[in-house]
């Protein structure tokens, strides 16, 4: 076997974890915990943002957002909180979810607008998702989601 050939097939085992263990690093600095929701049959992987600052970037500068992953807002009180996607790139769905994991209603967001998107009803937390994801599953307001209990506390 020729060096160049082993060479590609030692790379190719060390990228998939065949070839022994891969190193394993930490995530960049600022990037948001991760939270595992469910909505219906569905897990979530959602980005936390449960800062100001994290509240206000949101997903703004972002190009793509892989299926079954979002973002959830959580907010310090239950108020009628709104969205807007001024900086945003992706077209998303963004549903206003109660203290309890009941959702109030749901908002379809078009990319780079300042158009507001409010929760029907006051609203603990917002989930982020690609556009039409929620219409897509069936799921709609009255919908119960999991893991909002678990999201640590607005700071």
């Given at each position: 076997?020729?060096?160049?050939?082993?060479?590609?097939?030692?790379?190719?085992?060390?990228?998939?974890?065949?070839?022994?263990?891969?190193?394993?690093t930490a995530?960049?600095?600022?990037?948001?915990?991760?939270?595992?929701?469910?909505?219906?049959?569905?897990?979530?992987?959602?980005?936390?943002?449960?800062?100001?600052?994290?509240?206000?970037?949101?997903?703004?500068?972002?190009?793509?957002?892989?299926?079954?992953?979002?973002?959830?807002?959580?907010?310090?009180?239950?108020?009628?909180?709104?969205?807007?996607?001024?900086?945003?790139?992706?077209?998303?769905?963004?549903?206003?979810?109660?203290?309890?994991?009941?959702?109030?209603?749901?908002?379809?967001?078009?990319?780079?607008?300042?158009?507001?998107?409010?929760?029907?009803?006051?609203?603990?937390?917002?989930?982020?998702?690609?556009?039409?994801?929620?219409?897509?599953?069936?799921?709609?307001?009255?919908?119960?989601l999991r893991?909002?209990?678990?999201?640590?506390?607005?700071?």
């Amino acid at each position: 076997m020729s060096g160049s050939i082993r060479g590609w097939i030692f790379a190719l085992l060390s990228l998939t974890g065949a070839g022994g263990a891969l190193a394993q690093t930490a995530p960049p600095p600022g990037t948001p915990p991760v939270a595992e929701l469910g909505a219906g049959m569905y897990r979530i992987a959602a980005e936390v943002a449960d800062t100001f600052q994290a509240r206000q970037r949101g997903l703004m500068q972002r190009r793509s957002m892989p299926l079954n992953h979002g973002m959830v807002f959580v907010f310090p009180e239950d108020a009628i909180h709104c969205m807007w996607m001024k900086n945003t790139y992706l077209p998303l769905s963004v549903a206003f979810i109660d203290a309890d994991g009941g959702l109030i209603n749901i908002a379809d967001m078009q990319p780079q607008t300042e158009d507001s998107h409010c929760a029907a009803a006051p609203a603990r937390f917002a989930l982020e998702m690609n556009l039409g994801w929620f219409a897509a599953r069936g799921i709609g307001p009255g919908a119960r989601l999991r893991g909002f209990d678990r999201l640590p506390p607005a700071r």
